[in-house]
Each structure stands twice: as structure tokens, then as C-alpha cells.
């Protein structure tokens, strides 16, 4: 859905249309974020990888290090869906996070409680 959001919202605002989803599991993601930069010439703190709360509480330390290294490459991480899976709030200073997406479901579950 946000990639849909970002697609038609983008060529309103005179800019490129661009939203793809990739797999950052293997060492080669951190060549493939740095090639893509360099060859695009996109200002790196203007890419915004999301990823998942699960998919970054799985193998945490090794998560932990390939995040480091692409905020070191100057690129911005979000955390998407916050609340649907571990939502442990003591895990969010490991990790060199920019943005935090609460999910609905999880803020719903505050108030009706």
C-alpha cells in the first residue's frame, strides 16, 4: 500500500515515481545500496529503507551490523508495522533507526484498553 502511495503521490509533486521492494538478507545489499547511489546520484540521506519489525528482530546482531553499515553509507531506516509482532520498545536503542511507523492496530489496542 505505501508503495502505491508513493507512486501516484510522487508524479504530483513533479517527481520521479519510484518504489520497489527488495530483500536486504545477504552482504552483497550493502554493494547493491552503494552501486545503486552512486550510479543514480540520489543524495543518500533521500533514500528511506523500511523494514519490518520482525525482519529485524530475526538474528538480531546480525541485523544489527548491516543496519550500521548502511547508515554509515549516509541512507535514513524506518522501521514499518511497529506493534504487529515482538513490539519491545527496549530493543528500538540497539538499532540506528530515523523513523518508527506505529501500526494502527497496535496504537487501537492502546486506547481501547
Keep these: 500500500m505505501h508503495g ?3 507512486s501516484q503521490a510522487a508524479p504530483a509533486c513533479g517527481l520521479p515515481s519510484i518504489s ?3 530483500t536486504c538478507s545477504t552482504a552483497s545489499c ?3 545500496v552503494a552501486r545503486a547511489l552512486a550510479s543514480s546520484g540520489l543524495e543518500p540521506s533521500n533514500l528511506v529503507i523500511e523494514l519490518t519489525e520482525s525482519t529485524i528482530m530475526y538474528n538480531t546482531e546480525a541485523n544489527l551490523e548491516r543496519l550500521q553499515q548502511l547508515k554509515a553509507l ?3 531506516l524506518a522501521i514499518d508495522d511497529f506493534g504487529t ?6 530493543y528500538l536503542h540497539r538499532f540506528p533507526i530515523d523513523i518508527l511507523k506505529i ?6 489496542r ?3 484498553s
Excluded: K, P
Design 103 to 108: 501500526d494502527r492496530s497496535f496504537i487501537s
Design 110 to 112: 492502546l486506547t481501547n
Design 74 to 76: 549516509g541512507v535514513r
Design 20 to 22: 520497489r521492494g527488495a
Design 85 to 90: 509482532g515482538y513490539s519491545s520498545l527496549s
Design 4 to 6: 502505491e502511495v508513493a
Design 30 to 32: 550493502l554493494q547493491d
